[in-house]
């Protein structure tokens, strides 16, 4: 591999890194300072992840969305970067497809929170869909040429996870603004299976990418 390919790739990978963790520690910090509209802290079983970015009522709804919207756009830029390198084979540029496609669908759930109301649904619509979709080019891929399979596990959990989510009746409703405020108000259940399948949506393509941009490294 050339020179040029190797640092292209080296900083694919640390643009890739930074947009992951653009992704993870923004909700972490946003959950401890949270205080909700009936004055409850921030609970993964029971609120959503779209709770976090609304503004007006979290405190750190900026860094969430502001991590969303440029985490996903770093994500694009190192998947990007590996699909042009001069070792790209028809395996990894689909890697690299699933991996764009899943990323710009992060960053417009960023771009639009949940006070832009029928935006935002749109938007959180299209993560649901692009992560089956882009769990069949990368399960693909992994099953076709590169171990180790396990890899394929967060893509299936993930597009599970998301087609759950899809096909709940009331997806729409659960979209809208301060739509839990208004169902529970206070008095919130143990757990709400939205919102926890939410979460285990996020992990899941958190594991999935970060996978994704290790092994790809190493492919290389």
Known sequence: MATDDKILLRLANRVGIM???MLI?????????YRGEAGESFSF??????ELGRYDSSRLAVLINGGMFFGGLALVVSFSSRALSGRSTPISVSLAISGILLSLSVAACG??????????????????????????????AILRD???????LPALAAAGCALALLLDPDRELMLMD???????GADRPTIWWPALTGWLLVLFVGIWLFYALILMRRRH
């Open 19 to 21: 947009g992951l963790l």
């Open 25 to 33: 520690l923004p909700p972490l910090l946003a959950a401890w300072v």
């Open 45 to 50: 079983l029971t609120h959503t992840l779209s």
């Open 111 to 140: 771009l639009f929170p949940v006070n832009v109301g029928a935006l935002h649904s749109h938007a959180m619509t299209a993560l649901y869909v692009m992560t089956p979709v882009c769990a069949l080019f990368y399960c693909f």
């Open 146 to 152: 590169i171990p180790p399979r396990w890899g394929v």
């Open 178 to 184: 301060r739509y839990a405020y208004g169902l529970f």
